[in-house]
Structures are given as structure tokens and as C-alpha cells.
């Protein structure tokens, strides 16, 4: 090659990199989303310690039972199996991508067998050729496009896996409030059936005191209609802990049936809600936003790489192979070659920059889904402490109104036994406490509801770090 060839090629190679880069689309905006400060709610005004993840936080309701089926979940959930699928995909994905950067290797062999008749003797001529040959070939990647779409598949690879985190979180936590919402049916199914057998009791008293003359037949049939609305209660709520059951069953791939039971609701209360700490801590926590970062990620490294398609591309290539045939006298030849090629866009319809502002666009999508990501679990976060602080006022209103209906109740009785009241007024307070009771028990399961979600909301169950020792604190840089 002469000094000449090589300086053209060189400069034309510089005119198509100055063409390249000015055609660079702009980079893309910063971040928008605000981290706020602190959380509006009192329960996580104060910030904690450093925290660490506690893997297993369902166990901190000491029940077995509830143990087992989360296990029984997170081994058999087929949307968990959907996402450690996808999971293998992208590590695949990921495996391919790596190897593109490495030098390929490939084995060719071609035969072939001819006939020529020759024009002087008229005689044929039967020809064998083989050729098997190895080809390499190894592309320069100079700048760096090829290095880009490796951090873009590792990138995707990390989003794969932190998705497959947040279905393991919410698989858990959803069998956890499930679990719970059961317990709280059961509670109020057998308060009916107290209630009905209270109901029950006060018809047969309605009837003895009707035949005995002390009550008229009003109060008998005031007492039926009590007790026949209570009854109806019973297999409404016997439906709901059917359809309950079901829904567990699907949570942990059981076929519908029955689900066995562990600590009653009212047992079900020394969930240790972590703390809250600061908002900006959510960001090192909840597996949605490391997906939605590492995606974010995965579009910067597809831009550079789209980007780095509009410059020179540069590969390396070599051959080593022999030739035999049976018309040649002697022994078979070997060939070999080396060489390199340039590849430069020079007109493609603008394919190529289209390509590139289309990578950009979808890292502004990126950066979009990434800040409603972030924004969504704030909202999450604070939307859960608000609910257990209302929801333990509510509570504590509604057992005040349950045990002044208790009261009520007994003077009410007291008053229509020795007929200073009419029976009406012992039934309105008898199916006041009813309702009490049972917004009582609802309140109760909504909170921990509350708690569990609020887990949730937090990227899992945490606990503070444990104090490190004075000479291990100064031994650290």
C-alpha cells in the first residue's frame, strides 16, 4: 500500500468520524423527580439507623402455618416461575451478547467432482477437489459500540432479576394479607354463629313470655326477623371464606380446597412494622426502582451503541485452509490469507440516525418510567403510614363503640325483663353490638393489612444494623 493510498484512506476515514459526530443527537435530560426530605405521617417522621434487609419478615407473626404457605408460594407460583424464566432469558440474552465481542471461529469444507474431455485426445477427465478451510474474523471495536451493548444486556440482566424480586416480594406479601383477610372471615363467621345462637336464645325466650302471656306477639315476631337476618349472615360469610381459600390456593399453585389454619386474627398482632427512615433510602430498597434504574441504565448504553453505528467499523479477517484434487501432480497446496475492511456509512436513507433518535426517545421513556416509579413508592410509602395512623384511631373509636353497646345491650335486657322497655329497643341494641363487633374485627385485619403493605411499599422487611464495635468502626477507612 502506498504513502499516498494510505494518507486518502486516512483522511476519508476522519471526514466520515467529524460526519458521525456532528450528527450526535443531543444528550438526554437529567432526572426530574424530587426526593422529598422527610414523610408527612408521624409514624415515619423519625429517621432510623442504617438498615439491613431481614429476608423472612412474615415470620415475625410466629405462625407456622403462615409460614408454610408463603414458602409453599414463592416455591410454586407460577407468575415467580414466569419471572425466574425470564430471568434465564436475559442471562442467555446476556451470555450471547458477551461473545459477540470475541473473536469467531468458523470450519468450512467444500468438494467438488468435474468432467472435462479434452479437445485434442477426446479423452474425459474425472477431477476430486477438496478445500477445507478455517476463517476468523474479529471486529475492532473502537468506538466502543460493541462494549455499549454489553453494559445495555447487563443492564437488562439486572432489571430481569430485581422484577423477579419485586414478584417474590409481592407474591409474599399478598399471601401474607390473604392469609390475614382469612383469619378475619373466620373471626366473623364465628361471631355470627354466637351471635345467632344469642339470637337463637332470646326467640325461644320471645315465645315462652308470649305463651305465658307477658309478651305480646310483636316481640315474637320482632325476635324471628332478628334472628332470620342474622342467619343470613352466616353463608354470605361462608361464601367469602370459600372464595378466600380459593384465592390462597391460586397464590401457592394448590388446586382448590381447603387451607389450614394457624393463630386466630386475634393473635395475628406483633408484626414488627420497620421503620420508615428517610424517603431517600426507598431508593437503595424497592426492587420496581432498581428495575426501573437498570433500565434506565440498558437505554443509555443502547444510545451509545446506536451512536457508535454511525462511525467507520473495522474488522479483521484471516484464512487458513489447503486444497487437494486428483488432477494435480504432487502433493496438496495450503493457502492462507490475512486482511482487514473498512465499513463506513456513507448514504443509507438515514436509517441510521433515525435509529439513534429513536434510542434516544426511548431513553427519555426511561428516564419518564423511572421517575413515576419513584414517585409512585413515595406515594406507596405514604399512603400506608397515613392508613395505620387513621386506621389505629378508627380502631380504638370503634372498640369505645363496641363497649358501650355492650352496655347498652345489658341495661337494655335488664330494662325489657322486668318491663320498664319494650323488647324493640334490647333488639336495635342487640344488632348494634353486631355491627360493632364486626368493624371491630375489620378494623383490626384492615391494619394489619396496613402494616403488611406497608412492608411492601418499603422493598421488604428491615431491621436496623447491629452497632459495630469501636475497633472494628476504626479500623474502616
Not at 205 to 220: I, N, P
Not at 317 to 339: E, K
Not at 415 to 429: I, M, N, T, V, W
Request: a neutral charge; hydrophobic letters at 45%.
Amino acid at each position: 500500500m502506498s504513502a499516498a493510498f494510505r494518507q486518502r484512506a486516512l483522511a476519508l476515514a476522519a471526514a466520515l468520524l467529524l460526519q458521525a459526530c456532528a450528527g450526535t443527537p443531543p444528550a438526554a435530560p437529567a432526572l426530574q423527580a424530587a426526593v422529598p426530605a422527610a414523610w408527612q405521617g408521624q409514624a415515619g417522621a423519625a429517621a432510623g439507623a442504617a438498615q439491613r434487609i431481614q429476608p423472612g419478615w412474615w415470620h415475625a407473626f410466629g405462625d407456622p402455618v403462615l409460614d408454610a404457605l408463603v414458602d409453599q408460594a414463592l416455591a410454586h407460583n407460577r407468575d415467580l416461575r414466569a419471572a425466574a424464566a425470564r430471568v434465564a432469558e436475559a442471562r442467555a440474552l446476556d451470555d450471547a451478547q458477551h461473545g459477540a465481542s470475541a473473536p469467531s471461529l468458523t470450519l468450512e469444507a467444500g468438494g467438488s467432482r468435474s468432467r472435462a474431455i479434452s479437445a485434442a485426445t477426446g479423452r474425459p477427465y474425472d477431477a476430486t477437489v477438496g478445500q477445507p478451510q478455517f476463517r476468523a474474523a474479529y471486529e475492532l471495536d473502537l468506538w466502543g459500540r460493541i462494549a455499549a451493548l454489553e453494559r445495555a444486556s447487563g443492564a437488562q440482566l439486572q432489571a430481569s432479576q430485581a422484577l423477579r424480586d419485586g414478584a417474590a416480594l409481592s407474591v409474599a406479601a399478598t399471601t401474607v394479607q390473604g392469609y390475614v383477610a382469612l383469619r378475619a372471615l373466620d373471626a366473623r363467621l364465628e361471631l355470627a354463629h354466637r351471635t345467632l345462637a344469642a339470637r337463637e336464645a332470646a326467640l325461644a325466650l320471645a315465645r315462652s313470655r308470649q305463651a305465658r302471656g307477658y309478651s305480646s306477639a310483636l316481640d315474637t315476631a320482632q325476635s324471628e326477623a332478628e334472628y332470620r337476618a342474622t342467619a343470613q349472615a352466616v353463608p354470605q360469610l361462608a361464601l367469602a371464606v370459600r372464595r378466600q381459600e380459593h384465592a390462597l390456593n391460586l397464590l401457592t399453585g394448590a388446586a382448590p380446597g381447603p387451607v389450614p389454619r394457624g393463630r386466630s386474627l386475634a393473635e395475628l398482632q406483633a408484626l414488627p412494622v420497620p421503620d420508615a427512615g428517610l424517603p431517600s433510602e426507598l431508593l437503595r430498597r424497592r426492587p420496581d426502582i432498581a428495575a426501573a434504574e437498570a433500565q434506565l441504565a440498558a437505554s443509555d448504553a443502547q444510545l451509545a451503541a446506536s451512536r457508535a453505528q454511525l462511525l467507520p467499523a473495522v474488522q479483521l479477517s484471516a484464512t487458513l485452509g489447503r486444497i487437494t484434487s486428483s488432477a494435480l501432480v504432487g502433493d496438496p497446496y495450503g493457502l492462507w490469507s490475512l486482511g482487514g475492511s473498512v465499513l463506513a456509512p456513507l448514504f443509507d436513507g438515514g436509517r441510521l440516525r433515525a435509529q439513534a433518535r429513536a434510542a434516544d426517545a426511548r431513553r427519555d421513556q426511561a428516564i419518564a418510567g423511572y421517575e413515576k416509579t419513584v414517585l409512585t413508592a413515595f406515594g406507596e410509602v405514604e399512603d400506608q403510614l397515613a392508613a395505620i395512623e387513621e386506621l389505629g384511631r378508627q380502631a380504638d373509636e370503634a372498640d369505645g363503640q363496641r363497649r358501650a353497646l355492650q352496655e347498652a345491650v345489658r341495661v337494655a335486657g335488664n330494662r325489657y325483663r322486668e318491663g320498664y322497655a319494650s323488647h324493640l329497643d334490647e333488639l336495635d341494641a342487640q344488632r348494634n353490638l353486631f355491627g360493632a363487633e364486626q368493624a371491630v374485627l375489620q378494623l383490626h385485619a384492615d391494619r394489619l393489612s396496613a402494616q403488611i403493605a406497608l412492608v411492601r411499599a418499603l422493598g421488604g422487611g428491615w431491621q436496623p444494623e447491629p452497632e459495630r464495635p469501636l475497633a472494628a468502626a476504626a479500623a474502616q477507612p
